[in-house]
């Protein structure tokens, strides 16, 4: 499984936990979890919201590609 977003690397340099990103978005915290396993990916619109949050560039929740 490819490693497509940096979720869980930038919500530990926020010092952010996930239960606390899904309370903001209203999403469950299993969601959230499968977002920072790269289980699953959210669509664009959540990516945008995340980076808000974490007042972060969009692009830095991405991993890049080689």
């Not at 926020?14 to 790269?38: F, H, I, P, R």
């Amino acid at each position: 499984m490819a490693n497509l977003n940096r979720i869980k690397v930038t919500l530990v340099e926020k010092q952010k936990t996930g239960k606390w990103l899904a309370e903001q978005l209203g999403k469950s915290t299993c969601t959230v979890s499968k977002w920072c396993s790269n289980s699953i990916q959210p669509d664009l619109a959540t990516l945008n919201k995340i980076a808000e949050l974490l007042n972060v560039d969009v692009r830095d929740l991405i991993t890049p590609s080689k």
